[in-house]
């Protein structure tokens, strides 16, 4: 096939323990899933989720063991870290059943949902979307994604960030608001999901800034690690 520009590379994401890369379709983000991150965004309770996206060339793959380097972002001057597990699925569909969901699954990583907080302030005061705030180059720090015929299913176990070695973040999976089922679930109803998509699952309480020269460590139990400096 000829084109009239040369295409982008596909984005893909290094397989833990392999040499194969898992190739991404589409980043889907969770907003408020851990009910203390909600209360300290100003909601409580258990509301229908919702869910907005980063262009799958916003993730920033980082190896294990290494620590990755983030540009500190245009425009902002306050940059949000937000831990989360990441579920990468091997197989989609529409409308999902919730008993069904853990069956799309193939495997899990850890990243960073990176928020130029006062650019996503603004916009929502303003009713306006989210990309500036949320979408921009860099924003998405992952690691190695780990097969769940490896892990097994994840449902519990500790997330947590530390910014300069100090703890920041602190939580367990098993607090989401939406499980992982659940969320591919009301997510199937609102696309049809397909192999290739990744979701960011939603972070916990804890959020907070950093600056440039500021190291991020951040992990869930069962995956290692992963470092990110603010260049």
């Known amino acids: ?26 980043v889907y983000c969770v907003g408020r899933n851990y009910a203390e991150h909600a209360k300290e965004m100003g909601f409580t309770g258990r509301e229908d989720p919702f869910f907005f996206s980063k262009p799958a060339d916003a993730l920033l793959t980082i190896a294990d063991g290494e620590t990755g380097s983030m540009p500190y972002p245009s425009k902002t001057s306050n940059l949000h870290y937000e831990m989360e597990l990441v579920v990468v699925l091997g197989k989609g569909g529409k409308d999902i059943p919730v008993d069904q969901a853990n069956e799309c699954v193939w495997g899990y990583a850890l990243g960073l949902d990176m928020t130029r907080r006062d650019l996503q302030g603004e916009a929502k005061k303003q009713g306006r979307p989210w990309e500036v705030g949320k979408a921009f180059d ?12 490896v892990t097994g299913t994840i449902d519990s176990g500790a997330i ?11 939580s367990d999976l098993s607090q989401m608001i939406w499980n992982i089922p659940e969320s591919i679930s009301y997510l199937s109803g609102l696309f049809e999901l397909q192999p290739g998509d990744i979701i960011f699952t939603g972070t916990p309480e804890g959020v907070g800034a950093v600056v440039k020269g500021d190291v991020i460590t951040g992990g869930v139990e069962g995956l290692g690690e992963l470092r990110v400096r603010i260049a």
């Not at 982008?8 to 833990?16: E, F, G, L, T, Y």
């Not at 947590?160 to 602190?170: A, F, I, M, P, S």
């Open 160 to 170: 947590w960030l530390d910014v300069n070695g100090e703890r920041k973040q602190v």
């Open 138 to 149: 860099f924003s998405a720090p992952i690691g190695p994604i780990h097969p769940r015929s």
């Open 1 to 26: 096939m000829e084109y009239v520009i040369q295409p982008a590379p596909v984005a893909a994401v290094p397989v833990a323990g392999s040499n194969a890369r898992f190739p991404v379709r589409r």
